[in-house]
């Protein structure tokens, strides 16, 4: 037995014993009994998808309880990380640090027989017993019979994912065998019937109230609802016999290092220790993904997964176990394949595989601080679960579960292993439509969003039929709708603008407005002390033409300024994100297609030096999902065509900071007036995916001289998600409030954002509440102050 703590685990278990014979005496003996007749829930069938949203869009506790962390958990992540870097340099900063443990962990994927070979025969060599394990059938049926040859009827268990996967505790209570969880959270979960909602805190969910009225229940005594010492030692107490009469330990693994078959174990509770040391058989779940090389590898985890966890410095607990406990008891590797070869196998999700289950990607996700994660995944949750339940329980497990990612990317910027977690979720959402279908009205208007001609018809003519829903304004209010609201395909229309003003069509979209003006596109007279000798291709974006061409105005007419010429092709359309976010990769790559074709005849023609949109989703489409996109299908040629188009392509924000203010190029523009105060959103697509943070911010100093009064978590999504706050309504209504109410806190009478999804969505909420709030795009707020 190689126990590197050994002397504090030794420690700690005598005090333990000391302190279970004392709680001998308490008189708590049928808790055990009733754990076993109580909770036992047989086939742990999983709630419907909708029920379970539902569940949790009703329970009023949940996002108090959830939002009481996200906050704090990503100021002090930053923190520690920052930490980290200035007391030992830039190796040990988090990007380089997520770099090298990619690297061990891709590594890993690829040698994985090897590694698994030199793990089992070290691991053997110290005296464990190592079972492959190729369904969640085989890995319970293993753990069963070794109790049934023992005799073993109690198991105490310390935290583990993999046998919540697998679903090992109703496996044992239909064969008579009471499993009991010893991880806090845990017990508190398996007590109230519910699995874990969060990969590393299971009741995170929780407050501390409800967590007293579950104890309350459980023991049959009033437990405090306030006094979180009082709940945790109640805890402790009745864990302590189940510890010294328990047969059996079972245990998770965070790493499996081959190179001398060691367990390694991260803990925040001395359970983990009782667990693998104190019953006379110890059995470690742990699926192939946890293998990893070399100790240094593992350190490397250490100084990760912490940080990206709980945003500490380390665990509590760090144990490396290598062989049993002592001479005298066993030890039981089961190794845990069930769908992770199949993953291997993928050139795509085998990226998956790296994952250290941190779940970061859960404390940044907005819908998930929104319904938690028995709703936003399966067994596991948060974005990585969206990835993985397909091959571990099924793609019908998460059709539900996946179509709840707005697909802000904000889990990508965290992933301590660098997944591509948001690609790989549209990955998903993917098969799914191919499995189940689209929804017959995605089907009609991707269909003719991918026909530019008849989408063009379609938004002429429903501009001129809008007005009994719109009254002229340009927006379709709820309250406009009248006597037609009560038409049943009408109803799911005004469901819509009750929370959100939707945006009307623009009588006249930005490309008439182009040819009507006949705009020259070259700069008039003198209007800067110094032009760019540019020709920039204005690619508007079918939400900025067809809704808002003031927008398109407005960018334009910064870009004249600026000395630039500004090119419009009139064949533009959309650019297929929509359908290609939906799942729908038939039209959207009709519409990629279509819009390189289009780039590259205006460039070639135009001799452009720049290919420029003020939509930063449309921008991260051409330069990153086409990609993507084309290599999956293995279209080369449109590959190249791709990455030769997206060096010259660039968003508004980018542009004007990058090219225009080093350019020494003085906008003729007046100052805001003193009782203008301006705050800023920064959309998903412009901080997570291209990396803006101060470019905004530096525009409106160096043109406007004006500060940013920051509103709290600036970064945070809004809610739009596309059709997202289509299908999730309440999801996307709260994720919207909170922007709102963020924003107004700092007293702003402009909100500014550079992406026209984002800026519809908080037009439609401050429309709705009546807030004395404008929102403008930054173009349109420069433009604005034109002389």
Same mark, same amino acid.
């Given at each position: 037995?190689?126990?590197?703590?050994?002397?504090?685990?030794?420690?700690?278990?005598?005090?333990?014993?000391?302190?279970?014979?004392?709680?001998?005496?308490?008189?708590?003996?049928?808790?055990?009994?009733?754990?076993?007749?109580?909770?036992?829930?047989?086939?742990?069938? @999983?709630?419907?998808?909708?029920?379970?949203?539902?569940?949790?869009?009703?329970?009023?506790?949940?996002?108090?309880?959830?939002?009481?962390?996200?906050?704090?958990?990503?100021?002090?992540?930053?923190?520690?990380?920052?930490?980290?870097?200035?007391?030992?340099?830039?190796?040990?900063?988090?990007?380089?640090?997520?770099?090298?443990?990619?690297?061990?962990?891709?590594?890993?994927?690829?040698?994985?027989?090897?590694?698994?070979?030199?793990?089992?025969?070290?691991?053997?060599?110290?005296?464990?017993?190592?079972?492959?394990?190729?369904?969640?059938?085989?890995?319970?049926?293993?753990?069963?019979?070794?109790?049934?040859?023992?005799?073993?009827?109690?198991?105490?268990?310390?935290?583990?994912?993999?046998?919540?996967?697998?679903?090992?505790?109703?496996?044992?209570?239909?064969?008579?065998?009471?499993?009991?969880?010893?991880?806090?959270?845990?017990?508190?979960?398996?007590?109230?019937?519910?699995?874990?909602?969060?990969?590393?805190?299971?009741?995170?969910?929780?407050?501390?109230?409800?967590?007293?009225?579950?104890?309350?229940?459980?023991?049959?005594?009033?437990?405090?609802?306030?006094?979180?010492?009082?709940?945790?030692?109640?805890?402790?107490?009745?864990?302590?016999?189940?510890?010294?009469?328990?047969?059996?330990?079972?245990?998770?693994?965070?790493?499996?290092?081959?190179?001398?078959?060691?367990?390694?174990?991260?803990?925040?509770?001395?359970?983990?220790?009782?667990?693998?040391?104190?019953?006379?058989?110890?059995?470690?779940?742990?699926?192939?993904?946890?293998?990893?090389?070399?100790?240094?590898?593992?350190?490397?985890?250490?100084?990760?997964?912490?940080?990206?966890?709980?945003?500490?410095?380390?665990?509590?607990?760090?144990?490396?176990?290598?062989?049993?406990?002592?001479?005298?008891?066993?030890?039981?590797?089961?190794?845990?394949?069930?769908?992770?070869?199949?993953?291997?196998?993928?050139?795509?999700?085998?990226?998956?595989?790296?994952?250290?289950?941190?779940?970061?990607?859960?404390?940044?996700?907005?819908?998930?601080?929104?319904?938690?994660?028995?709703?936003?995944?399966?067994?596991?949750?948060?974005?990585?679960?969206?990835?993985?339940?397909?091959?571990?329980?099924?793609?019908?497990?998460?059709?539900?579960?996946?179509?709840?990612?707005?697909?802000?990317?904000?889990?990508?910027?965290?992933?301590?292993?660098?997944?591509?977690?948001?690609?790989?979720?549209?990955?998903?959402?993917?098969?799914?439509?191919?499995?189940?279908?689209?929804?017959?009205?995605?089907?009609?208007?991707?269909?003719?969003?991918?026909?530019?001609?008849?989408?063009?018809?379609?938004?002429?003519?429903?501009?001129?039929?809008?007005?009994?829903?719109?009254?002229?304004?340009?927006?379709?209010?709820?309250?406009?709708?009248?006597?037609?609201?009560?038409?049943?395909?009408?109803?799911?229309?005004?469901?819509?603008?009750?929370?959100?003003?939707?945006?009307?069509?623009?009588?006249?979209?930005?490309?008439?407005?182009?040819?009507?003006?006949?705009?020259?596109?070259?700069?008039?007279?003198?209007?800067?002390?110094?032009?760019?000798?540019?020709?920039?291709?204005?690619?508007?974006?079918?939400?900025?033409?067809?809704?808002?061409?003031?927008?398109?105005?407005?960018?334009?007419?910064?870009?004249?300024?600026?000395?630039?010429?500004?090119?419009?092709?009139?064949? @533009?359309?959309?650019?297929?994100?929509?359908?290609?976010?939906?799942?729908?990769?038939?039209?959207?790559?009709?519409?990629?297609?279509?819009?390189?074709?289009?780039?590259?005849?205006?460039?070639?023609?135009?001799?452009?030096?720049?290919?420029?949109?003020?939509?930063?989703?449309?921008?991260?489409?051409?330069?990153?999902?086409?990609?993507?996109?084309?290599?999956?299908?293995?279209?080369?040629?449109?590959?190249?065509?791709?990455?030769?188009?997206?060096?010259?392509?660039?968003?508004?924000?980018?542009?004007?900071?990058?090219?225009?203010?080093?350019?020494?190029?003085?906008?003729?523009?007046?100052?805001?007036?003193?009782?203008?105060?301006?705050?800023?959103?920064?959309?998903?697509?412009?901080?997570?995916?291209?990396?803006?943070?101060?470019?905004?911010?530096?525009?409106?100093?160096?043109?406007?001289?004006?500060?940013?009064?920051?509103?709290?978590?600036?970064?945070?999504?809004?809610?739009?998600?596309?059709?997202?706050?289509?299908?999730?309504?309440?999801?996307?209504?709260?994720?919207?409030?909170?922007?709102?109410?963020?924003?107004?806190?700092?007293?702003?009478?402009?909100?500014?954002?550079?992406?026209?999804?984002?800026?519809?969505?908080?037009?439609?909420?401050?429309?709705?509440?009546?807030?004395?709030? @404008?929102?403008?795009?930054?173009? @349109?707020?420069?433009?604005?102050?034109?002389?």
């Amino acid at each position: 037995m190689t126990l590197q703590d050994q002397p504090s685990a030794q420690h700690q278990i005598a005090e333990e014993r000391t302190e279970a014979a004392q709680v001998a005496l308490v008189g708590t003996g049928s808790l055990q009994q009733r754990l076993s007749e109580e909770t036992a829930n047989p086939t742990h069938e @999983q709630q419907p998808f909708e029920e379970r949203l539902h569940h949790a869009l009703e329970d009023e506790n949940l996002p108090r309880a959830l939002g009481r962390f996200a906050p704090s958990w990503r100021e002090s992540r930053q923190n520690v990380f920052a930490v980290e870097e200035n007391d030992y340099g830039s190796e040990y900063s988090f990007p380089s640090l997520r770099s090298r443990l990619r690297t061990a962990k891709d590594y890993a994927i690829e040698h994985q027989p090897e590694l698994v070979a030199q793990f089992k025969r070290q691991a053997e060599a110290a005296g464990a017993i190592v079972y492959e394990a190729r369904t969640a059938e085989e890995a319970n049926r293993y753990i069963y019979e070794l109790c049934h040859r023992k005799g073993i009827d109690l198991v105490v268990k310390s935290k583990t994912m993999a046998s919540e996967e697998t679903e090992l505790n109703a496996y044992l209570e239909e064969r008579g065998i009471t499993a009991v969880e010893t991880d806090l959270g845990e017990w508190v979960a398996q007590l109230n019937h519910e699995r874990p909602s969060h990969m590393v805190m299971p009741i995170i969910h929780k407050t501390r109230q409800q967590v007293g009225t579950i104890l309350t229940n459980a023991t049959g005594r009033e437990i405090s609802r306030e006094d979180v010492a009082e709940q945790v030692s109640v805890i402790r107490v009745e864990h302590r016999k189940s510890f010294l009469s328990a047969g059996m330990g079972i245990s998770g693994a965070n790493a499996l290092i081959a190179e001398n078959g060691t367990v390694m174990m991260m803990t925040n509770e001395g359970n983990g220790r009782l667990v693998t040391s104190l019953p006379p058989v110890h059995v470690v779940m742990a699926g192939y993904d946890k293998l990893i090389g070399t100790f240094a590898d593992a350190m490397t985890q250490v100084r990760l997964l912490a940080r990206s966890a709980t945003a500490q410095p380390i665990t509590s607990y760090n144990t490396f176990l290598t062989g049993p406990a002592t001479p005298d008891k066993e030890m039981h590797i089961v190794l845990i394949d069930n769908g992770r070869s199949e993953m291997r196998a993928d050139p795509r999700f085998k990226d998956a595989l790296r994952c250290i289950r941190c779940a970061a990607c859960a404390n940044i996700c907005p819908p998930y601080q929104q319904v938690g994660g028995h709703a936003f995944g399966y067994i596991y949750s948060g974005a990585i679960g969206l990835v993985v339940t397909p091959f571990h329980h099924g793609l019908e497990a998460d059709a539900g579960p996946q179509s709840l990612c707005v697909s802000c990317n904000a889990c990508e910027t965290v992933c301590p292993v660098e997944i591509p977690l948001p690609s790989l979720i549209l990955d998903v959402r993917r098969r799914v439509v191919e499995k189940k279908g689209l929804h017959w009205i995605k089907k009609i208007v991707f269909w003719l969003m991918a026909h530019p001609r008849l989408f063009g018809v379609f938004t002429r003519l429903t501009s001129m039929g809008q007005w009994p829903i719109t009254h002229g304004s340009q927006y379709i209010r709820a309250r406009n709708f009248g006597l037609l609201g009560k038409l049943p395909f009408v109803k799911p229309l005004v469901s819509l603008a009750s929370w959100r003003s939707l945006p009307a069509f623009a009588p006249t979209p930005l490309r008439d407005r182009v040819k009507k003006h006949e705009i020259s596109y070259s700069l008039k007279g003198e209007t800067s002390s110094r032009s760019l000798n540019l020709t920039v291709c204005y690619f508007a974006g079918c939400m900025t033409d067809r809704l808002y061409p003031e927008m398109g105005e407005a960018v334009i007419n910064i870009l004249e300024a600026a000395g630039a010429r500004v090119v419009f092709p009139q064949q @533009q359309s959309c650019c297929g994100l929509i359908a290609l976010n939906s799942g729908d990769r038939r039209d959207g790559l009709t519409m990629a297609k279509q819009t390189i074709t289009m780039l590259e005849q205006a460039l070639e023609k135009n001799r452009a030096d720049y290919i420029l949109s003020a939509s930063t989703s449309c921008v991260v489409t051409i330069v990153q999902d086409y990609l993507k996109l084309f290599e999956d299908m293995h279209e080369e040629g449109w590959l190249k065509r791709t990455q030769a188009l997206a060096e010259k392509v660039v968003d508004f924000t980018g542009f004007m900071r990058r090219v225009v203010l080093p350019g020494n190029v003085a906008l003729p523009v007046r100052q805001p007036g003193s009782d203008t105060v301006i705050t800023y959103h920064d959309s998903c697509q412009s901080c997570n995916c291209l990396g803006l943070r101060s470019e905004a911010r530096d525009i409106l100093q160096q043109v406007l001289n004006v500060e940013v009064h920051e509103m709290p978590q600036s970064d945070v999504c809004c809610g739009f998600g596309g059709s997202t706050s289509i299908e999730h309504q309440a999801v996307a209504e709260r994720l919207l409030k909170n922007k709102l109410k963020n924003a107004e806190s700092t007293g702003a009478t402009i909100l500014v954002s550079d992406n026209p999804g984002c800026l519809m969505h908080l037009r439609g909420g401050v429309d709705v509440s009546g807030r004395p709030i @404008q929102v403008m795009h930054l173009a @349109q707020l420069l433009a604005e102050h034109l002389q």
